[in-house]
């Protein structure tokens, strides 16, 4: 039994020893939660893990045992204002690598001051997009990070 | 236009952007079996004795299925319209395997992990076959990977197949003069032999099916795919059941590219359902997805082209080796854009052929992927075009403007009446905007390094001409609202926004009042589904077909409640009109909703067209290089796209972003490899580089519209055209850069600084 706090709620769940957070988040219900790959690559499965962004696809359930984590679903304000931004440059696309990145972006905007376009390119590099070029994406986080 | 070329964000903008469930996995049932596929170590192989028990005895397992207990009708999975020119060429599970990743087993578990343990403990006997792997050498090899009875749609004098040699098909055109005579009578001649590798679509959502039996007993599945309808039907066949009982819906998509243009992973929960009468769901791993889906055709095409000392291109003759790897999806038509999508750019010709071989190898599969052949022909013919004004000292945006097709002209190579294209302004504006002739096309920078131009141009298709058919269907509900039933299968790009600013158009309506309802087999009409870059233009004239339809009907039936001629009475901004006096919607719903003379009105409309009007491009690259290392890197593209109308001006543009991005990666690092004895090496994005971010710098994009007459308010395509220009223009400032001529993909530094081996 552990007990995670997402979102702001408190969840006591068992779990095995070799699962992972995002298949604890995704039972849990945390649906925003994606995965893209299995060898740490994509992004996809980004989170906030008391504060920090991580890859849920690495870390054992286990270890997050009594800490806070952040998805897409718990960041309203945030992900309105930055999905807004994606959404007139049309960077949101398919929307599956969306949430990562989102996240990744808003870990990045708390982080970083005034970043470069390639220190923002090598901040989210791990973030991988095959919809967008990535260069609309660039546009709307550049907005983001502006307001 | 009020709604059309305007700014209009995706209308599920919100929910992606949310992170809402919408998705086929975040659909299926929590208590779904989880379906996995045992995978063939092998590439070529007979499977002697299967032993399933200790699997079948495993905690959590519900059912093993292999090749005894599937159906032997065989089928295709290519997404086609009906009858497909793919052969018939597989099974659920067969007794012979072909590729390394071909499905061996299937396995139902509670768990993941029961599945995978059950897995672990099928016994398999195999006797090893020669495999083919060099698709240079398949025909007349050995080993016939297609031994059995196939069924081909196209009869053996079109298609040309011969199994028994590993020929899936062979064919040929020749439009004008002797090809040979007019070769030998230019001034210039160049022969040429083009390898364009394998590629992965890479879409970030794997392949994912979930399935489940509804109130009335009835096989449904919700899926990640391109093509529900094909879908329905081919399950039919396969699982030789009544297409009646079988209802395809597609949620939201993470993405195809062309690969869910093929139903890789329908068919597996789909026989898990119906066997055990309990929900299902497979989800792709990466590597599966990688390893046993499909790909882009390997592909090795000779150019022979003639041109007279002016620069006047007088014969070009192509052709295409295909890969098709083991099962036949997509061989014929994909080779066939080869040539059908890149020749008839040129239309000073006084002859041009083209000819195609597709074989069979014990290789993944290929299949559809962005560009569809086009994207290999255009790599081909247009390094091909470059060398040869190299050769004659011409600037390559000369030879082009020399020679390309121009609007209202029929070109001499497949037959094509162009009723709309600003070619030739796509050029000039690339050209401008990238500053070619302000600059040498090779400069050395003060660190050493090499920045260096190339350009090339493109066409593609708008839909399958004489193939392709959709109906939209749309409602006015009693509450003055709109309801559009269409199918084009949007799979992230907005198609679906795009037709509903087709609608908001026609009707006059603000988009807020039309509710798109898309893709579901038991409610939405028939389409194709979405490849072919069809989804705006013939998905949305059909749209605008079945506006007018309503349209018509909501006038004649306001005239005929005021009594007064229809063509007096007049529909804009949400309701009907004569002269002074005002009919809303929400109004004419009320009337028809009550009493005998009351009915629902519904427009419907249909589009299907005898052409295939081409969108084209210019794209011009910039690239900066490095003699130390070898390394490119494309620091400025433009790209200048006349995909008609431009509905949408900010998705347009990320389509064409896109497009040229993915390109960059077919051109430079992409790339499908296979070991010794057939296995894939490239089946994770640790070996498979795609682009990331630090890899695009700059990608320009701009439009030049023309007015196609046959497409909605002008529009043509533009999904696929973006694709084709970024190899050959890359590989053209290489060649500025370097002196070298590369003549294999993917351009990797190795090659550029020491040679091709």
Known sequence: MITLTVNGKVHQTEVDTNEVLIDTLRRLGYKSVKRGCETANCGLCTVLLDDKAILSCSLLSLRADGKHILTLEGVREEAKLLGGFLAEQGGEQCGYCTPGLMMNTIAMKRELVDPTDEEIAHYLMGNLCRCSGYVSQLRAIRQYLEV | ?????????????????????????????????????????????????????????????????????????????????????????????????????????????????????????????????????????????????????????????????????????????????????????????????????????????????????????????????????????????????????????????????????????????????????????????????????????????????????????????????????????????????????????????????????????????????????????????????????????IDPVDIRQMNIVQEGETTLAFDKLIESSKLDRCIETGAKMIGWHDKPRRRVMEDGTIRATGM?????????????????????????????????????????????????????????????????????????????????????????????????????????????????????DGAIYHKDTRLPFIDLGRILSVGPSGGTLVGTGSFGHPASPPPYMAGFADINYDPKTGLVKVVDYVGVVDCGTVINPALATVQAESGVVQGIGYALYEDVQYGPTGQLFTNNFLQYKIPTRPDIAQVRIAFEESYEPSGPYGAKSIGEVVINTSAPAIQSAIHAATGRYLYHLPMKPEAILFGEK
């Open chain 2, 1 to 393: 236009m009020k709604f059309v070329g305007r700014q209009f964000k995706k209308i599920d903008s919100s929910a992606i952007t949310s992170g809402k469930p919408i998705y086929t996995d975040d659909l299926a049932a929590a208590d779904a079996l989880i379906v996995k596929v045992l995978r063939s170590p092998h590439a070529h192989a007979i499977i002697e004795e299967i032993d399933v028990s200790r699997a079948e005895a495993q905690p959590g397992v519900e059912i093993v299925l292999t090749h005894k207990d599937v159906p032997k009708t065989r089928f295709t999975l290519a997404g086609q319209s009906y009858p497909e020119p793919s052969p018939y060429d597989q099974l659920i599970l067969d007794s012979k395997v072909r590729y390394v990743g071909d499905a061996v087993a299937i396995v139902a578990a509670q768990t993941e992990t029961q599945a995978e343990n059950a897995l672990k403990r099928i016994k398999v006997t195999y006797k090893k076959l020669e495999p083919v792997l060099d698709f240079e050498t398949a025909i007349d090899h050995p080993s016939i990977i297609h031994d059995e009875e196939v069924h081909f749609n196209l009869p053996q004098h079109v298609g040309g197949q011969d199994t028994k040699r590993n020929i899936m098909a062979s064919y040929g055109f020749s439009f004008g003069e002797d090809i040979e005579t007019t070769l030998a009578d230019c001034d210039v001649t160049l022969e040429r032999a083009y390898y364009m590798q394998a590629a992965a679509q890479s879409m970030m959502e794997t392949f994912r099916s979930y399935t489940y039996l509804d109130a009335r007993d009835r096989l449904c599945v919700i899926t990640s795919t391109q093509v529900p309808f094909h879908i329905k039907r081919q399950l039919a066949r396969a699982l030789e059941m009544s297409p009646s009982k079988i209802r395809v819906i597609k949620p939201r998509i993470g993405g195809g590219f062309g690969a869910k243009q093929t139903s890789e992973s329908e068919i597996y929960p789909a026989i898990v359902t119906l066997k055990t009468g309990k929900p299902a769901k497979i989800v792709y791993t990466r590597k599966e997805t990688f390893s046993s889906s499909n790909s882009r055709h390997a592909m090795r095409i000779t150019v022979r082209i003639g041109a007279d000392r002016s620069g006047r291109i007088r014969a070009i003759d192509l052709h295409s080796l295909s890969d098709q790897g083991a099962y036949g999806h997509h061989g014929f038509t994909t080779v066939k854009l080869t040539g059908e999508k890149s020749i008839p750019l040129y239309n000073k010709l006084e002859a041009a052929k083209f000819s195609a071989d597709v074989v069979y190898t014990n290789k993944l599969k290929a299949g559809a992927f962005r560009g569809y052949g086009a994207t290999q022909g255009t790599f081909a013919l247009e390094s091909a075009i470059n060398e040869l004004a190299d050769r004659l000292e």
């Open chain 2, 456 to 572: 090339a141009i493109t066409m593609q298709g708008s839909g399958i001409a004489n193939i392709d058919n959709a109906t939209a269907i749309i409602k006015l509900n009693e509450t003055g609202d709109l309801s559009l039933f269409i199918s084009a299968s949007d799979n992230g790009m907005g198609t679906d926004t795009v037709l509903v600013q087709l609608a908001a158009e026609t009707l006059k309506v603000d988009p807020d009042e039309i509710t798109l309802i898309a893709a579901d087999t038991d409610l939405t009409p028939y389409d194709p589904g979405s490849y072919a870059s069809s989804g705006a233009y013939v998905t949305g004239m059909a749209v605008v077909n079945a506006c007018n339809d309503l349209k018509n009907k909501m006038t004649e039936m306001a005239a005929a409640y005021w009594n007064v001629p229809p063509a007096e009475v007049e529909q804009k």
